[in-house]
Nanobody, 121 residues
Framework: QVQLVESGGGLVQAGGSLRLSCVASGGTFSLYTMGWFRQAPGKEREFVAAITSVTRYADSVKGRFTISRDNAKNTVNLQMNSLKAEDTAVYYC?????????????????WGLGTQVIVSS
């Protein structure tokens, strides 16, 4: 079994920054595709970023968010800069067995419980 635990969510002013972290336990982390997704009230969960040995981003966050991983610490991070009110959502960490950077949301095998990010204007 793989468990994912997110942290780092909170309140931030528009234009500010926030760093999310996700720690994984179980499995072989270095072989997993790791992703961040978010879901705002009344909206579907959407892709934010993913990382294998390279990265992929949603158009809405390119240039503002940076995903990174530390395989020695079984951790994936999401540095969020220049935050906008539209970034307000619950952010979820997800993992997929094996490398597949373009995996769709339903291709991910494990999910964290999420961490709330609120950006005020």
């Amino acid at each position: 079994q793989v468990q994912l635990v997110e942290s780092g969510g909170g309140l931030v002013q528009a234009g500010g920054s926030l760093r999310l972290s996700c720690v994984a336990s179980g499995g072989t982390f270095s072989l997993y595709t790791m992703g961040w997704f978010r879901q705002a009230p009344g909206k579907e969960r959407e892709f934010v970023a993913a990382i294998t040995s390279v990265t992929r981003y949603a158009d809405s966050v390119k240039g503002r968010f940076t995903i990174s991983r530390d395989n020695a610490k079984n951790t994936v991070n999401l540095q969020m800069n220049s935050l906008k009110a539209e970034d307000t959502a619950v952010y979820y960490c997800a993992a997929k067995k094996r490398y597949l950077l373009l995996a769709p949301i339903d291709g991910y095998d494990y999910w964290g419980l999420g961490t709330q990010v609120i950006v005020s204007s």
